[in-house]
């Protein structure tokens, strides 16, 4: 979804990211069954989910990170957040209508 999307992205000078909980070797076997993911996927698998609980999206319960989209302006500031249940709900539309109004 976001792959197909990431033109559209670069177009406003935004970057894209992936943070999961995952290996990277596990990552890499997941982005090459995509096709090669276009966008870099960083992983937060040691110490598991320091990063995702920094963020405020580790769920204990789950012992993984509840899916989210964050739009970081260039200084470092959060402007939006939203946490999904599935990947499906995710759309790219949504969030380059949230880049617009930075």
């Known amino acids: 979804m976001f792959r197909r999307a990431n033109a559209l992205f670069e177009e406003k000078d935004t970057q894209?990211?992936?943070?999961?909980?995952d290996s990277r070797p596990t990552q890499t076997a997941?982005?090459?069954s995509l096709g090669n993911i276009?966008?870099?996927?960083l992983s937060d698998f040691h110490p598991k989910g320091q990063v995702t609980n920094a963020y405020g999206i580790w769920?204990?319960?789950?012992?993984?990170?509840?899916r989210a989209i964050f739009v970081i302006d260039?200084?470092?500031?959060i402007?939006?957040?939203?946490?999904?249940?599935s990947a499906a709900d995710l759309d790219p539309k949504d969030i380059l209508a949230e880049i617009d109004k930075l």
Not at 38 to 41: E, F, G, L, Q, W
């Open 16 to 21: 894209v990211l992936g943070i999961s909980n």
């Open 30 to 32: 997941y982005s090459m």
């Open 38 to 41: 276009s966008y870099p996927i």
């Open 59 to 66: 769920n204990e319960q789950r012992g993984a990170s509840n």
């Open 74 to 77: 260039k200084e470092g500031v």
């Open 79 to 85: 402007r939006f957040k939203r946490i999904y249940d």
